[in-house]
């Protein structure tokens, strides 16, 4: 029993002493699913949601999940630790945003942009979320690199598609100034 009561007494006594020594290290800890799902990091440029009332209760209910959706995106794109998909995570943000922009200035063009928010929005968070969940794994077999792979190349693609799903916004306007300056240099 004396050895037990030495011992417990040497014990808390490095306690004691370790936790005054490295008092200000960092510790690095695993997280689970569950913890990224309940509590998301805040991207370092954490941006507000303008709010929008554009009188279209259609259009403001559109808008409202667009931004929703976005936030999930800027959430996913800053855990990551692959250059290349924050950077395509960077160029959605952006892109996107102008939409929603737009969209808020123009409510009437609402129905322009639905296919491309029910299908390519939650593909694309989809997509990031399968590649943030194999990334983290300790092991990577040859099928998680493959996939992590694939999904590299794609978001290219993709950030290509939310760019020019902006710019065909932009096509009637683009029309309409060109026919502008027409008429004015006739």
Not at 60 to 65: F, N, Q, T, V
Not at 70 to 91: F, H, P, T, Y
Not at 133 to 148: C, F, H, L, P, Y
Not at 155 to 162: I, N
Request: charged residues 30%; negative net charge.
């Amino acid at each position: 029993m004396g050895d037990l009561i030495r011992f417990a007494i040497v014990l808390a006594i490095t306690f004691g002493i370790s936790t005054k020594l490295f008092k200000d290290q960092i510790r690095y800890v695993l997280i689970e699913d569950e913890v990224i799902k309940t509590e998301p990091t805040k991207p370092k440029e954490e941006q507000k949601k303008p709010v929008s009332r554009t009188g279209d209760p259609e259009a403001d209910a559109l808008i409202d999940e667009g931004y929703e959706m976005l936030e999930k995106i800027r959430v996913l794109g800053a855990a990551n630790r692959d250059e290349s998909i924050r950077e395509c995570v960077a160029r959605m943000d952006k892109a996107f945003s102008g939409i929603l922009e737009y969209i808020v200035a123009h409510p009437k063009k609402v129905n322009e942009v639905r296919r491309f928010m029910n299908y390519y929005l939650p593909t694309s968070i989809k997509l990031l979320e399968s590649y943030s969940r194999m990334d983290r794994q300790a092991v990577k077999g040859e099928n998680i690199n493959s996939t992590m792979q694939d999904i590299d190349r794609f978001m290219y693609t993709v950030a290509d598609a939310f760019e020019r799903q902006l710019d065909s916004l932009f096509g009637d306007e683009a029309m309409d100034i060109s026919a502008d300056i027409s008429v004015f240099e006739t």
